[in-house]
């Protein structure tokens, strides 16, 4: 099992900048890759950002976030990051840390997620 803990969201207005904290339990020897997703109101859960764990740290972003979003880990720590810059209103979510062990397709451990709202 995988516990995950995010921190760091809160309220900022648009143009600012936050950085959420993921941290992962003990068991993180089989965790291959982390990632950030969000859920707006009344919308579906999306990607947004995903770094691999073992070996590089190879990582994606969604296209609207790329270039203001960044995603970066600290494997001695167990813990992965986003910082946001240049938050548009459209950021505003729920954002949830998810993690993926090594020969799993899909994440299968998910954080209780952090609120982030941008005010215009």
């Known amino acids: 099992q995988v516990q995950l803990v995010e921190s760091g969201g809160g309220l900022v207005q648009a143009g600012g900048s936050l950085r959420l904290s993921c941290t992962a339990s003990?068991?993180?020897?089989?965790?291959?890759?982390m990632g950030w997703f969000r859920q707006a109101p009344g919308k579906e859960r999306e990607f947004v950002a995903t770094?691999?764990?073992?070996?590089?740290?190879?990582?994606s972003y969604r296209n609207s976030v790329e270039g203001r979003f960044t995603i970066s880990r600290d494997n001695a720590k167990n813990m992965v990051y986003l910082q946001m810059d240049s938050l548009k209103p459209e950021d505003t979510a729920v954002y949830y840390c998810?993690?993926?062990?090594?020969?799993?397709?899909?994440?299968?451990?998910w954080g209780q997620g952090t609120q982030v709202t941008v005010s215009s």
């Open positions: 998810a993690a993926k062990l090594v020969g799993d397709t899909t994440y299968n451990y």
């Open positions: 770094i691999r764990r073992i070996g590089a740290a190879i990582t």
């Open positions: 003990q068991r993180t020897v089989s965790v291959y890759g």
